[in-house]
């Protein structure tokens, strides 16, 4: 065996080990010996453990019964020696409620001071533990007998009187020696004795004190006595016993040699203990008993510590053993010693009312002892064991490592690769076996390499082969991405070109078609009017279904979830349509049930349009008969469904175009849209707005009969109280003198808006392109007579709204008017654009009467009229508490012209917070220099990016130090600590957001 690793290999066997395998591996020597070594030191370990688990549980009940009897006996004791003080006072006072003559006996103690001091001789004669009587009442006289040292006592004090008289008496009468006067007054009323009887009007204990003379503790017991109406406090008697004897009980009941008995009153103050040790320490003059924790005995604090540990629950009336755990060492973890403690907590006094505790600690090695000796003896023996079961596994281990090393070798030429050869001479038949199955693996394994070698090689070529397809395809999907960004960014293009072109002239026939209409008209002019306004109105419907089918395609339609009047909303539908099928002879009926919910959530424009197209649709397709508008709700249905259905008596239609109702641009026959027009797109966006409100659209039809359209949407029900009301009727007039200007270069967008603000009662202007647009309102506003609001076309040639609004706000600052944007282009993006070029809203052409009334009403609200700003008036910024960090409405318009990533809107803040650092900078140094027009221009450019991302409250904060900047105001100089606030409200504000 000599030139051997220490794991068992040869030197040769060892460095053809495979070099990247780290793991530590067992020789077969090793396992052996701990094999033989555990199958002979389970039993002997299973043995010891039964042994010491009996004798453990053997231990416990020695332990228990001991310490149980040992309690027991501390218990029956002191309960006996405090019972003597109950004996005597029983003897003056009977234990039960009593009338008549024995309850005036018990009264007349305290008149016959005579006939007390008698009883009271005899019963401290009788009673060694009691040896002082006495008593005090409410006039505060005090009587007492007190046997000390073998002689009486006597102590009293009369009303009027301040010190109590002491006389050493012979027998009782006798007052022939008087010892002294105490020249402290004494009065019984206020001591602790008298005040806890009167004040629990029963027998009671007091606490336990140290004695005055005696080096002992004692205590009292308190008897109140009554009048005859069992109310009336006459006085209190009172006698004192020593605790000595319970100490000397305690101390006398032996358990073990170092067991530890103790009793705790409900202060936690020690009242005996078996310990030799003085119980009392003096504090401030005067003597104070101690706590456990105070005491010189380790038992005795550790116990306490345990068992009275905050947190920790205490069973009371359940006596049993408790094991306290201490430090331990090795030697204890391994069960060779003891440190723990057994302890036994159970309450004591309760039958005299006292809230006391009594412990018994006893060390655990007491019992012991004998145990961990044999475990000792036991670990010797087999560590004895475990020796001579290595000698004989290592020799037996010795004979056959031998021969497994010879199938070591050839597992390890194996690995490298060779062959082994056939160990023909071993002894083993396993062993010849497994050397002949290696021999024919190698052979196979050479065979299988060069197979895999020659796979590897034709797999690398169709893997270079693979990547080149792959980066083609990557670039042409790449191409064809920017091909569909490219359309789609036309197709957007287009439709607002075209909403733009269509809007234009539709504005100037809606208008002056309203404006025509508040004129004297025939008959057969109102007639003419009625279909002009008719055809624009559907010429309007199919710009919109465009744009709609537009934002579905695009992801951008959204929906309002606000209360709303479902049975108003449904109602004014159907009278809505009432007259178009009255004009066809049809009738039109609704079914609403009084049990649907009036008020719920939702939005109520795209339920409207729901119920519109398809009632419209109804009436366009039905020559006679009726239809009919149903309203229910689905039972037991969990959130809240709503179905709506439309059945009329139409045409019907085939089986086979059904499946295509409700796709883009498709309606139920090829002849369809040229007998009845339409684009095809109601039905599809129908679909879609029901999809988006949690329902589902269907159709059932039949043809030459008639057809049935439901669908169902999910919603809740909303406070009614929470409904917005109804306008009121009437045109919305101007209220104040307020000059408006209005600027669009089509001249008949100009008419109509300008027929459209006479009507309202408007003074106005008007000019035809932005440059004229900024002149007029500069030039207004040095004459003094500024517009209060301009109406601003968005789509105008050499300066469009945009940028007119920017440069109005740049010239003027706070004092630029409000400017309404106006475009026959109704997408998101414009509307965008031209809000955070500072335009206040944004109305969308045709302009109606009464929504251009309501959006002058709402944005002339509080602006000043042409008197209110003249020089020195100064416009009155909104209180930044009420303004929002980030302005809703534009967030989420903001957000819906993003990418399909959502990286666009994420890009813009980056941005922003990126320069925000930068600007603040800026605005400090023009603080620091004292720069009004560098702070104006530091605040007026970070105003225009706070505009741009939505950060409305930082935006106005902006604004207002513009202005002050403006009017040369210093306070512009001391606002920098609130605009750092501002600053980083919005960071926050928009890191959430994003």
């Known amino acids: 065996m000599r030139g051997r690793s220490p794991s068992g290999l040869s030197p040769v066997a060892a460095q053809q080990s495979t070099p990247h395998d780290d793991r530590r591996r067992l020789s077969l020597g090793p396992a052996l010996i701990s094999a033989l070594v555990l199958s002979a030191l389970l039993p002997a370990l299973l043995v010891s453990w039964l042994l010491s688990s009996n004798s453990s549980q053997a231990i416990d009940t020695l332990a228990e019964s001991a310490i149980s009897q040992a309690a027991h006996r501390v218990d029956v004791g002191a309960l006996a020696h405090l019972g003597e003080s109950h004996t005597v006072v029983n ?154 004897r319970l100490t000397d009980l305690i101390r006398s009941t032996r358990i073990s040699d170092h067991a530890v008995t103790y009793l705790v009153d409900g202060q936690g103050r020690m009242v005996a203990s078996s310990v030799d040790e003085d119980l009392s320490v003096i504090v401030n003059d005067k003597y104070q008993r101690i706590t456990p924790l105070q005491s010189r005995e380790p038992l005795v604090r550790e116990s306490y510590a345990q068992l009275f540990a905050p947190g ?98 050839s597992a390890s030429l ?141 992801g951008k339609l959204a929906l309002e979830a606000l209360p709303m009047d479902l049975h108003a909303a449904v109602t004014g539908v159907c009278n809505l349509m009432r007259v178009r099928a009255q004009e066809k002879g049809l009738l039109l009926t609704m079914d609403l049930p009084a049990d649907v919910p009036r008020t719920i959530i939702g939005d109520i424009t795209r339920l409207r349009q729901v119920l519109l197209n398809l009632l419209s649709n109804a009436v366009k397709f039905t020559h006679y008969g009726e239809i009919t508008l149903r309203v229910w709700e689905e039972k037991n249905a969990a959130p809240l469904t709503l179905g709506f259905s439309v059945s009329d008596t139409g045409v019907g239609i085939s089986p086979q175009r059904q499946g295509d109702l409700f796709q883009p641009f498709s309606q139920g026959d090829t002849s369809t849209a040229r007998v009845y027009g339409g684009t095809g797109l109601g039905l599809m966006i129908c679909r879609h707005l029901v999809e988006l409100m949690g329902g589902r659209i269907q159709v059932h039809s039949q043809t030459g009969v008639g057809s049935t359209f439901s669908f169902t949407i999910h919603t809740q029900v909303a406070r009614a109280e929470d409904v917005a ?12 003198g307020h000059r408006l200007l209005v600027v669009d270069d089509n001249l008949t967008n100009l008419k109509v808006a300008s027929a459209m603000l006479t009507r309202l009662g408007y003074l106005h202007d008007t000019r035809d392109n932005g440059l004229r647009a900024v002149e007029a309102v500069e030039q207004a506003l040095r004459e003094q007579r500024p517009y209060a609001l301009v109406l601003m076309d968005s789509h105008m040639p050499e300066m469009d709204g945009v940028a007119t609004t920017r440069q109005i706000r740049e010239r003027l600052g706070p004092a630029a008017p409000v400017v309404l944007g106006v475009s026959a282009s109704s997408l998101p993006n414009d509307r965008a654009r031209c809000l955070d070029a500072g335009m206040a809203d944004y109305l969308a052409k045709p302009l109606e009467l009464q929504s251009l009334g309501l959006a002058l009403q709402r944005w002339l ?119 750092d606030q501002i600053a980083e409200g919005t960071r926050q504000a928009l890191a959430k957001a994003a």
């Open 312 to 409: 920790r629950q205490v069973t009371k009336g359940e006596p049993g053993l408790v094991r306290l755990e201490t430090e331990r060492d090795w030697l204890q973890r391994l069960g060779l010693t003891s440190n723990r403690l057994i302890a036994l907590q159970r309450p004591f006094g309760a039958k005299y009312e006292l809230d006391w505790q009594l412990v018994v600690v006893v060390p655990e090695q007491d019992f012991t002892r004998q145990v961990l000796q044999a475990r000792q003896w036991s670990l010797v023996a087999m560590a004895a064991l475990i020796g001579v079961g290595a000698l004989v596994a290592f020799l037996v281990a010795r004979r056959l490592s031998a021969q497994f090393l010879q199938l070591n070798r």
């Open 861 to 979: 609200d509080g602006v000043d009229t042409i008197t209110d700003t003249l020089p020195g008036a100064q416009a009155s910024p909104a209180p930044r508490a009420s303004v929002p960090w980030i302005h809703a409405e534009r967030w989420t318009m903001l957000g819906e012209f993003d990418n399909g990533a959502g990286k666009v809107r994420s890009a813009i803040v980056q941005d922003f917070l990126a320069e925000l650092d930068k600007r603040m900078a800026d605005i400090r140094r023009a603080m620091a220099s004292r720069d009004h027009q560098a702070l104006g221009n530091a605040a007026h450019q970070l105003k225009g990016a706070a505009l741009n991302t939505c950060a409305s409250r930082l935006a106005q904060v902006c604004e207002d130090l513009e202005r002050r900047s403006l009017l040369q105001d210093p306070e512009a100089f001391a606002d920098s600590g609130l605009l």
């Open 91 to 244: 003897a003056l006072v009977p234990p039960v409620s009593t009338s008549g003559a024995e309850a005036e006996r018990t009264r007349n103690w305290l008149r016959d001071t005579a006939a007390f001091e008698l009883m009271a001789y005899a019963l401290t004669q009788q009673s060694p533990n009691v040896p002082y009587l006495y008593f005090g009442t409410t006039d505060g006289s005090f009587f007492g007998l007190e046997r000390e040292d073998g002689r009486f006592i006597v102590r009293e004090i009369h009303p009027g009187e301040s010190g109590r008289r002491h006389y050493d008496i012979a027998q009782p009468g006798d007052r022939s020696r008087l010892v002294k006067v105490e020249a402290s007054v004494y009065d019984p009323r206020k001591r602790p004795w008298y005040q806890l009887a009167a004040s629990t009007g029963k027998r009671v204990f007091t606490d336990v004190y140290r004695s005055a003379v005696k080096k002992q503790f004692d205590l009292t017991l308190a008897q109140p006595i009554f009048d005859t109406d069992g109310k009336t406090l006459l006085g209190v008697m009172a006698v004192d016993m020593s605790l000595a």
């Open 414 to 554: 194996v690995g490298t690769g060779s062959v082994p050869p056939v160990q023909d001479k071993a002894p083993f038949r396993e062993v010849y076996n497994l050397s002949r199955v290696m021999h024919d693996s190698a052979l196979k394994l050479q065979a299988y390499n060069r197979e895999i070698k020659r796979k590897n090689k034709a797999l690398h070529e169709s893997a270079l082969l693979l990547e080149e397809r792959v980066r083609l395809r990557t670039s042409e999907l790449a191409t064809s991405r920017e091909e569909a960004l490219a359309a789609v960014k036309a197709k957007a293009g287009f439709l607002a070109v075209m909403s733009h072109e269509i809007r234009t002239p539709l504005n100037g026939v809606v208008g002056m078609s309203e404006l025509l209409s508040e004129t004297g008209l025939t008959p057969s002019q109102k007639e003419l009017l009625g279909v002009l306004k008719v055809s624009s109105e559907q010429l309007l419907s199919v710009v919109d279904d465009i744009l709609d089918f537009s934002k579905i395609e695009s």
């Open 725 to 736: 009301a109804p306008a009121a009727p009437g045109l919305p007039m101007a209220q104040r």
